[in-house]
C-alpha cells in the first residue's frame, strides 16, 4: 500500500505550466467525454473511478513519477489523489491543481480538443 505524504497543491494555470515545463505530466480524472470538450495541451486522462489506482500504476509505474492531477473543479482531482493510497505505487509528487479547468480557462490558457 502507498503512503505518500499529503500532496502539494497548487490553484492557478500558470502554476500548473511551471510544473510541466519541470518535467510533470498533467493526469485528468474527468470522464472520457468531459476530457474530450476540452483539456490541458499534454495532458492524460485516466478517469477517477474503481480502477483507478490500478490504471495510475500500469500509465505511471514509478514512484518517481511527476504528477498533477485535475479535473473540472478539484473535488474529483483530491478524490483521485486519495484513491492512489490503495495503489500499490508511494508516488513521491503529486500535485493537486485545485482550480482544475475552470481555473485553467478563466485564465484564457490553450485549450485542445
Known sequence: MASAAA???VATGKEVQELQAAGYTYVDVRNPEEFATGRVPDSVNIPLGPSLPADFNAKFPK???KLIVACQAGRRAMTAVAALSSG???????VIFSGSMNAWMAEGLPVEK
Open 88 to 94: 500499490s505505487i508511494d508516488y513521491q509528487s503529486i
Open 7 to 9: 500532496p502539494q497543491s
Open 63 to 65: 514512484a518517481t513519477e
